[in-house]
């Protein structure tokens, strides 16, 4: 049997990946046990927010700088989706 995988789970899939380069800091799909501040269930516009804060530097950490900046803008919108779910 074949099984195709349509664009919506391709989709999920990805964010998750996309999501885990997260976890060594902020935990498990974002459940941090403490030190990092959790993203599991954080809205959307405050993770975006917070994402472009440290893209242009309005927020300052050397790390995030360098995390944030990696994604693009519809990345950070589906991470932020993934996230508020969690």
């Known amino acids: 049997m074949l099984v195709l995988s349509t ?4 989709q999920q899939r990805n964010v998750a ?3 885990s380069s997260c976890a060594a800091c902020h935990g ?10 959790s993203l599991a269930g954080s809205s959307p516009s405050h993770f975006i927010e917070q994402m472009r ?3 242009e530097g309005e927020r300052i950490s050397t790390v995030m700088f360098h995390h944030a900046s990696g994604y693009t803008k ?7 989706a993934y996230f508020s779910k969690q």
């Open 7 to 10: 664009p919506a789970v391709s």
């Open 17 to 19: 990946l996309l999501a």
């Open 28 to 37: 498990t799909n974002g459940h941090s046990v403490g030190g990092m501040p």
């Open 53 to 55: 804060q440290f893209t």
């Open 74 to 80: 519809e990345e950070i919108k589906l991470m932020a």
